[in-house]
Nanobody
Framework: QLHLVESGGGLVQPGGSLRLSCTAS????????VGWFRQAPGKQREGFSC????????YYTDSVRGRFTIFMDNTKNTAYLQMNSVTFEDTAVYYC?????????????????WGQGTEVTVSS
């Protein structure tokens, strides 16, 4: 049975850093796409980063490019999101997701498996 578990959320000051983890069981990232999404209060779920496990290609939206980095450790079947230079606008519940196909993208409708979410709060 496939299972995704995120961890690493918490309280961080503006300009600070945080690393989120997403560990999969019953599923291997190295042949599929893993994505990171977030949902702020009152807003729709937003995809902002994804990575192709097969070739290591990474993708970002403008909102996080240059500040966030997605990477994987296939030996641990874990994907990570390194968040740097966070701002108040980064406050949200963060989700990792995986899709059966190998086509990268940011639409949450195309992802098949989801973690439970981890909350990130940026506050001074």
């Amino acid at each position: 049975q496939l299972h995704l578990v995120e961890s690493g959320g918490g309280l961080v000051q503006p300009g600070g850093s945080l690393r989120l983890s997403c560990t999969a069981s019953g599923f291997s990232f190295d042949k599929n796409v893993v994505g990171w999404f977030r949902q702020a209060p009152g807003k729709q779920r937003e995809g902002f980063s994804c990575m192709s496990g097969s070739d290591g290609s990474t993708y970002y939206t403008d909102s996080v490019r240059g500040r966030f980095t997605i990477f994987m450790d296939n030996t641990k079947n874990t994907a990570y999101l390194q968040m740097n230079s966070v701002t108040f606008e980064d406050t949200a519940v963060y989700y990792c997701a995986a899709k059966k196909t190998a086509i990268p993208g940011f639409s949450y409708k195309n992802y098949d498996y989801w973690g439970q979410g981890t909350e990130v709060t940026v506050s001074s």
